[in-house]
């Protein structure tokens, strides 16, 4: 029996460590930012992990989890990150202005074309039908997002989905004071499940 | 009316209240911008805020592009400065202090407590975003049908969801919505 030959030994282990500059940082997001609509996060973690090789898969989930942890915008936390790790203060700030400067030239072209035209009767028929669809998609994420809590050992989270969902989308209550209720009513939850 | 001045400063400080309770992200403070900024300020209409929403959604890039749109509606380019800035200004300084330290926190249990309990509520948040987008955004029968297949589509199948959307511009085009 002849094994596949492996790779040679003596060649070295692909590196996933590029140091990208600052130019690199700059247009790399300014591609992300181009790209893809609603959500930039998988065109993030192809371009960094898989075109690029900034990092290594590991590393991306590493960055992400912390995004995920600080409130805000992810990909923006992640472009200050990513830009920080690599290039200090200037990188952070080339990273995010790379990320969001075109897709922010972008919207207001967008949005002072709805100002001028939107009283259009063709305008105003796509603008329905696009906003008909993209609340459809934000109803799709939040399906995906509960699915994984109907798992036995997750299903103590719907104690605070409902009351969440009831207050805010329902009775329409301030988001501050609603988060200062149910924040601390989850952690503790969640602390006294993980003891 | 109010004066640009005082216009700006409110952005200011609405979106800055709006990023740092902004747990999961832009998704889950749609219901707090819709409840400020059409609900109580009245600056925008519900139709306003929906074809924002959708704007955001059909361009390129970062899913918060609802926000400068809402800051040029209400003060033009120096709105969407300010919104844009105050949106994402504070969370990026908050994660740029955090990152050194994280490597010291990311296995810590109290870290992986209060994410997990903070899940939930995150859950929670972009199921009230989801109603108040749709409530703002379906004023006929067939927006709503459309709202229910799109959900649907992307929900149940891997077909890229922006032949949805597209398939929606028309219908609207058309005249059908």
Redesign the interface.
């Known amino acids: 029996v002849i094994s596949e030959p492996g790779p040679p030994s003596s060649e070295p282990p692909p590196a996933v460590s590029n140091q990208p500059g600052l130019g690199d940082l700059f247009f790399s997001f300014l591609g992300v930012g181009l790209s893809g609509f609603g959500g930039v996060l998988p065109w993030a973690r192809r371009m960094m992990v898989e075109q690029k090789q900034w990092m290594s898969a590991e590393e991306f989930a590493e960055i992400l989890s912390l995004c995920q942890f600080v409130p805000g915008p992810n990909i923006v936390s992640m472009s200050v990150l990513v830009g920080r790790r690599y290039q200090g203060l200037v990188g952070a700030i080339v990273a995010c202005v790379g990320l969001c400067g075109a897709p922010l030239v972008l919207a207001v072209i967008l949005g002072a074309l709805y100002a001028h035209y939107g009283e259009l009767p063709a305008v105003n028929g796509l603008i329905s039908g696009l906003a008909a669809a993209g609340s459809g998609l934000i109803a799709a994420t939040a399906l995906k997002m509960l699915e994984p809590l109907f798992r036995p050992h997750a299903r103590w989270g719907l104690v605070l989905v409902v009351p969440v969902f009831a207050a805010i989308g329902v009775l329409r209550l301030p988001l501050l004071g609603v988060i200062a209720v149910m924040a601390p009513i989850g952690i503790g939850l969640a602390w006294w499940k993980t003891r | 009316m109010i004066g640009r001045g005082e216009a700006l400063f409110e952005i200011a400080r609405h979106c800055l ?11 889950s ?4 911008m819709h ?1 400020t900024f059409v ?1 109580n300020l009245q600056w925008l209409s519900d139709r306003d805020f ?16 609802i926000v ?2 809402i800051g ?2 209400v003060a033009g ?1 120096a709105g ?1 400065l300010v919104s ?1 800035l105050m ?2 200004g ?3 300084v ?3 202090l ?2 050194g330290a ?1 490597d010291r926190y ?1 296995h810590a ?1 109290w ?24 409530q ?5 029968l ?3 049908a ?10 149940f199948t891997r077909i890229n ?2 032949w ?2 597209a ?11």
Do not use: K
């Open positions: 209240v709006v990023s740092v309770l902004a747990v999961g992200g832009t998704s403070v749609l219901p707090e409840r609900e929906a074809a924002y929403y959708a704007i955001g959604q059909a361009a390129p890039g970062p899913n918060m592009m400068p749109l040029w509606h380019l969407v844009t949106f994402c504070p969370p990026s908050m994660i740029y955090i990152a994280w990311r249990r870290r992986i407590v209060v994410q997990s309990g903070l899940i939930p509520v995150t859950i929670g948040l972009v199921c009230a975003s989801a109603l108040v987008v749709a703002a955004s379906d004023a006929s067939v927006a709503v459309i709202t229910l297949a799109t959900a649907a589509l992307t929900f969801p922006l949805a959307l398939a929606a511009a028309l219908l609207g085009l058309a005249g059908v919505v």
